[in-house]
């Protein structure tokens, strides 16, 4: 599907550990949301890694891949967007950002 729709980059959440152990992907510190260029006609730059957080930079727009665990506790959830923000905070690029927030979160009302 993916060479059907001709997609340059590819965003994957909780992918397969082998697959993204791969070369040519950018992934966070757990493995957990990973980022391909699968065409090669994006020129991008890792700009920020974290534990569910992978943010790649272009000319014009900073790109945010993130995953959190529906499991997580208020406290990690807080830290988790604080930490999201910080990322954002620091670009005058324009932002686009994919990936997963799990909303089971009991404290949270969820």
């Known amino acids: 599907m993916v060479a059907q729709k001709n997609v340059d980059l590819l965003v994957i959440t909780e992918p397969n550990i082998y ?3 791969r070369t040519g992907w950018y992934a966070d510190t757990e493995g957990d949301v990973v980022f391909k260029d699968v065409s090669h006609r994006v020129a991008c730059r890792l700009n920020f890694r974290g534990k569910g ?3 790649l930079e272009t000319s014009k727009t900073l790109i945010v891949g993130v995953y959190i665990s529906p499991n997580v506790a208020l406290s990690e959830l807080i830290s988790f967007l604080d930490m999201i923000q ?3 905070s620091n670009t005058h690029k324009k932002i686009i950002m994919l990936g997963d927030f ?3 979160l ?3 009302g969820g």
């Open 19 to 21: 697959e993204a152990a």
């Open 86 to 88: 910080d990322v954002v």
């Open 53 to 55: 957080i992978v943010a």
């Open 102 to 104: 799990n909303s089971r």
């Open 106 to 108: 009991v404290a949270a």
